[in-house]
Every structure is written in C-alpha cells, then in structure tokens.
C-alpha cells in the first residue's frame, strides 16, 4: 500500500511559478513510476507529467512540455513538479500518482493523492 500526500499548490499569477510536492509513504517508492494528472472544472482528468523509477525517464503533455518539470528524490519517498510560466489555463486540481506500466494512462496507477489545488490568476 502506498499513501499520497500532495503539497504546495496555491494562487499564482500568470508567468509565475509554483513547485509541487507529494510525499509517498511505504518502502517501494523507487519500484513505482509517479505521475501528475489534473483536472479542471468540466473537464476530463489530463496527464501532465510522469517519471520513471529510477528517475531516467521523464514524461510530458504537449500542453506543458518546456514549462513543467518533474523529478523525484528516492531517499526521501518524494515526487516534486516545478510549473514556471503558468497559464490561466493551467488553473486545476493536480494529482500525484503511483503505478506501473504505460505512464500516460490514469488507468496504469494504483494510488492517487488527494490533490492540491492550483489557481493562475490572468
């Protein structure tokens, strides 16, 4: 079993910058690939951002691929999205993920985070 905690969202005015956090619980932190989906008001759940295990490979939405990025720290059971040049658009509630397999699909993870809300101001 393994417990997300996410952290770190917020207001942001455009062109602003804003890192998550999400602590993991449980001892298989490296053996899981994490993600970061979000979803805002009337929309479907969207993939952000994933990593591998052992952190060697990283993937990205076309939507935020030069703006976001993610990495992880293993010693410390923790998985980090450092957004900069927000847009309004990337206002949504962002959710850390667990799993394995194919990173860009939700149904590929078994935990989810309870989400942290993130607002960019236009």
């Known amino acids: 079993q393994v417990q997300l905690v996410e952290s770190g969202g917020g207001l942001v005015q455009a062109g602003g910058s804003l890192r998550l956090s999400c602590a993991a619980s449980?001892?298989?932190?490296?053996?899981?690939?994490m993600g970061w989906f979000r979803q805002a008001p009337g929309k479907v759940q969207e993939f952000v951002a994933a990593?591998?295990?052992?952190?060697?490979?990283?993937y990205y939405s076309d939507s935020v691929k030069g703006r976001f990025t993610i990495s992880r720290d293993n010693a410390k059971n923790t998985v980090y999205l450092q957004m900069n040049s927000l847009k309004p658009e990337d206002t949504a509630v962002y959710y850390c993920?667990?799993?394995?397999?194919?990173?860009?699909?939700?149904?590929?993870?078994?935990?989810w985070g309870q989400g942290t809300q993130v607002t960019v101001s236009s």
């Open positions: 993920t667990a799993g394995r397999g194919q990173p860009r699909l939700a149904a590929n993870y078994d935990y």
């Open positions: 449980g001892r298989t932190f490296s053996t899981y690939a």
């Open positions: 990593i591998s295990g052992s952190g060697g490979y990283t």
